[in-house]
Every structure is written in C-alpha cells, then in structure tokens.
Antibody, heavy 122, light 111 residues
Framework: QVQLVQSGAEVKKPGSSVRVSCKASGGTFSGYPFSWVRQAPGQGLEWMGGIIAVFGPANYAQKFQGRLTITADESTTTAYMELSSLRSDDTAVYYC???????????????WGQGTPVTVSS | QSVLTQPPSVSGAPGQRATISCTGSSSNIGAGYDVHWYQQLPGTAPKLLISANNNRPSGVPDRFSGSKSGASASLAINGLQAEDEADYYCQSYDGSLRGSVFGGGTKLTVL
C-alpha cells in the first residue's frame, strides 16, 4: 500500500519561493504520475500540475506556468513542488497525490499526502 | 469559477438518499473522460470514493455509487449516516486545458 508523507508547514515572505517534498513508500514509484493539488482556506481543490517519473517533463496548469516546477527523484522515491514569486493568495494547503493509472495523467488520485500548509505573509 | 459545476450544498435525513451532480462540457466529461469522486472530512486530506465513473475502491461502502451520462456525472449516497457529513468533489480531465479539473465541491449535511 503506497503511503505519501509530505514535508512540514512553511511560512514565507511575498516574492520568495517554497519547496515541498512528498516521499512515497510501500509501492511502485516509477511510471506512476504524481500530482500537486492545493486548497486555499475555505475553498475547493485546484490541480496545479503533475509528473510521471521516467516519462518526461512535468505538465502544468496554465495558471502556474513559469512559476511552478515539479520534479521527481526516482532514487529517493520523492516528488517535489517548488512555487516561486509567492503572493498572499498562494496561502493554502498543498497536497501531493499519486495517480491511479500507470503512465497517464488522465486518472484518479489515490493516495494523497497529509498536506503541507503554506502561509505567505509579510 | 470551477470548470466542473457542483451544487454548493445538499442535505438529507439519516437513512435517506442524497445525490450530488457534476456538470462539465464537451472538453472534459462530454469528451468521454472519466469522472472520479472524493470525500473530504474536515481538516483531512481528500479520499478517493469513486474512480472511473462507477468503481468503488476497496473499503468504500456500497452505499456510495457513481454514474455518468453525456457531459454530466452523479454521486449517490444511500442510507445517509451522520459520518457522511463532508465535502465531496468531482474530478475529470480536460482535453483543452490539458490537465485535471475539479468541481467546486459540495457540502453534504445530514440533518
């Protein structure tokens, strides 16, 4: 059974960057997609982007193009999300989630990490 | 504004049936992409409830069922229980946006 454990809460200044990690254990890492989804306070879920380790570059939601970098390290079975030029409206809980369909970003998300709160404040 | 449209809230008495709709368009659900459903209890991460329109993962009670028709999908919950109070989200893929999209979420209240 795959488990995803994310890094801890972050407090950042506007204009800075944040990097969140997502360590996978107990299952297959390579070939499965890993996505990042965020949830602003009191709001719904928003897909940010995803990556399939080994299969090429990450795919990003247009909203985050140029500000978001998603990577995956097979050697440590860890996925990373780095968001730059942070603004106050980037304050949210950031989740990683493994995709359910091998080699495809079209499927469902299961399991999810526990979430990493990121606060952007001066 | 979410790409997939869900009602903000639904409610029902214990034992009754609740239905949550998810309306998309010709670039996502209507294009044939699968719909998936998640349950999010307060303060926790979302949990997969239904995959690929109507498949329940192991451990999900058979009170939960999903369906899809045209550019819409629905989640039905039979025999409502107090523990079903949560937020529910639908998710699909959008071919025009080239990425996953979510509904805005529906808060289920068990009266």
């Amino acid at each position: 059974q795959v488990q995803l454990v994310q890094s801890g809460a972050e407090v950042k200044k506007p204009g800075s960057s944040v990097r969140v990690s997502c360590k996978a254990s107990g299952g297959t890492f390579s070939g499965y997609p890993f996505s990042w989804v965020r949830q602003a306070p009191g709001q719904g879920l928003e897909w940010m982007g995803g990556i399939i380790a080994v299969f090429g570059p990450a795919n990003y939601a247009q909203k985050f193009q140029g500000r978001l970098t998603i990577t995956a390290d097979e050697s440590t079975t860890t996925a990373y999300m780095e968001l730059s030029s942070l603004r106050s409206d980037d304050t949210a809980v950031y989740y990683c989630a493994r995709g359910g369909v091998y080699a495809s970003l079209l499927g469902w998300f299961d399991p999810w990490g526990q979430g990493t709160p990121v606060t952007v404040s001066s | 504004q979410s790409v997939l449209t869900q009602p903000p809230s639904v409610s029902g008495a214990p034992g009754q049936r609740a239905t949550i709709s998810c309306t998309g368009s010709s670039s996502n659900i209507g294009a044939g992409y699968d719909v998936h459903w998640y349950q999010q209890l307060p303060g926790t991460a979302p949990k997969l409830l239904i995959s690929a329109n109507n498949n329940r993962p192991s451990g999900v009670p058979d009170r939960f069922s999903g369906s899809k028709s045209g550019a819409s999908a629905s989640l039905a919950i039979n025999g409502l229980q107090a523990e079903d109070e949560a937020d529910y989200y639908c998710q699909s893929y959008d071919g025009s946006l080239r990425g996953s999209v979510f509904g805005g979420g529906t808060k289920l209240t068990v009266l």
